[in-house]
């Protein structure tokens, strides 16, 4: 039998299935990240250690939703840019239009996952099609954090 320590992590696959859930229902799925020297995103739109990405077909290239990484291309202020987050550093994905979706325990390394409050993720649900983050204060996200 395996043991819990060497079972793969589940958040690949909930990301994975949250994203095919907004896509098939209309909605743009925004994943928010804590970033590190791991992650690999455009530094001037990080706003206290985090960013939140429109990762919706429509925002992006080349999206790979890996196990270990999300990876795509998208543009930033019209400027293209390859961008990569390791699975281990995306604290919630969730429904621009509704913010239903979910958030994940981040390492501790940097400042508590907790640190993206509900009202952090309710300034990106708007209506805005660019990857960057839209300044908006729309409906408040049912997140439901997992361990």
């Known amino acids: 039998m395996i043991s819990d320590t060497e079972l793969p992590s589940t958040r690949p696959y909930l990301i994975r ?4 859930w907004c896509s098939e229902n209309g909605f743009t799925p925004y994943v928010a990240v804590k970033v590190d020297n791991s992650v690999q995103v455009p530094r001037e739109y990080v706003q ?5 990405l429109n990762v919706s077909m429509d925002a992006t290239s ?6 270990d990484f999300i990876e795509f291309k998208a ?7 390859d961008i990569m987050v390791p699975i281990s550093r995306v604290m919630a994905i969730y429904a ?18 907790s640190s993206l409050s509900e009202a952090r ?5 708007s209506t805005d ?5 839209p300044p908006s204060t729309p409906p408040r996200p049912t997140l439901k954090r997992i361990k």
């Open 17 to 20: 299935a949250l994203y095919e």
């Open 48 to 52: 206290g250690g985090e960013i939140v």
């Open 62 to 67: 080349s999206l790979k939703l890996g196990n």
């Open 75 to 81: 543009r930033f202020g019209g400027k293209p840019r």
């Open 96 to 113: 621009r239009e509704n913010g239903q979706g979910m958030a994940f325990p981040v390492s501790e390394e940097e400042p508590a996952a």
């Open 121 to 125: 993720i309710q300034e990106h649900v």
């Open 129 to 133: 099609d660019d990857a960057t983050p």
